[in-house]
């Protein structure tokens, strides 16, 4: 469980996330949604202590983030960033990035690592990929590759900041699924996506964020039912019974 309470966080000055206040539950898939620059990202990134100037209560399991070294943390929490800069390597190196939380510098890596590699690598199905330089993979390819990076890290939460970015319908619904799959091996996920259906049909739970704070929060129909959404995005959410349940579409 991640609990958030009164979290301000201001940059160059300006307060941008005022008093916000969330929950993410356990084994469950958490997303949060809202219009561009309402804070979510800086919601996500503030409980890896990635923001400088925050104030407030995050707890991980009853723990106050603030207690927790960094390494400590880093075994808690892995982070997924909306945009990726390590290029130039194979996929298996990168993948192995996810062990430096266990290991002392100069690193040594041991047979775990190896073995949480090899695992990641095949819990997303690109084992072949491993010595293909990150370079040379397609969008999605290398969103799985960072993705392995995340679960060899082996925390019980992973952070993603728009996973489905610049990804295909195929590979969006494949990352979703495995994102499912994950949720419901017990591991809790938080994610911010903008399809409003992809949301309805993947989350458990869900945050509307606003102008830097949280609007609405509950399941995913509650809060795609609730007139902040109208509000904050400017548009009026539609919905339609298929054979695969709930769906839902926006018009203006």
């Known amino acids: 469980m991640i609990e958030i309470s009164d979290l301000c966080v201001s940059y160059d000055g300006e307060?941008?996330?005022h008093g916000v206040g969330m929950s993410f539950p356990t084994g469950k898939i958490s997303v949060l949604i809202g219009p561009n620059g309402c804070g979510k990202s800086t919601t996500i990134r503030s409980i890896v202590r990635l923001t400088e100037d925050a104030r407030g209560t995050i707890k991980i399991d009853g723990t106050d983030i603030d207690g927790l070294s960094a390494q400590e943390l880093a075994r808690k929490a892995a982070y997924l960033p909306q945009s990726h800069s390590i290029s130039g390597i194979s996929v298996a190196r990168l993948v192995m990035h996810?062990?430096?939380?266990?290991?002392?510098?100069?690193?040594?890596?041991?047979r775990e690592d190896y073995e949480k590699v090899d695992q990641a690598l095949e819990w997303m199905g690109i084992t072949d990929l491993r010595h293909r330089r990150m370079d040379d993979l397609s969008g999605g390819q290398r969103q799985?590759?960072?993705?392995?990076?995340?679960?060899?890290?082996?925390?019980?939460?992973?952070?993603?900041?728009?996973?489905?970015t610049f990804l295909d319908i195929r590979n969006q619904i494949e990352l979703l699924e495995r994102s499912r799959m994950l949720a419901d091996s017990?591991?809790?996920?938080?994610m911010i996506l903008h399809d409003l259906d992809a949301v309805l049909r993947y989350a458990d739970h869900v945050v509307l964020m606003d102008s830097g704070k949280a609007q609405a929060e509950g399941s995913a129909e509650e809060v795609l039912k609730d007139p902040a959404l109208a509000s904050a995005f400017g548009i009026v959410p539609r919905f339609f019974e298929a054979e695969d349940g709930l769906h839902c579409y926006v018009t203006k």
Not at 101 to 110: C, M, N
Not at 147 to 164: N, S, V, Y
Not at 186 to 190: C, F, L, M, S
């Open 15 to 17: 307060e941008v996330l």
């Open 98 to 110: 996810g062990r430096f939380p266990y290991l002392s510098y100069p690193r040594r890596y041991r």
């Open 144 to 164: 799985k590759a960072y993705l392995a990076m995340a679960l060899a890290q082996d925390t019980d939460i992973i952070l993603m900041d728009e996973p489905t």
């Open 186 to 190: 017990g591991k809790t996920i938080v």
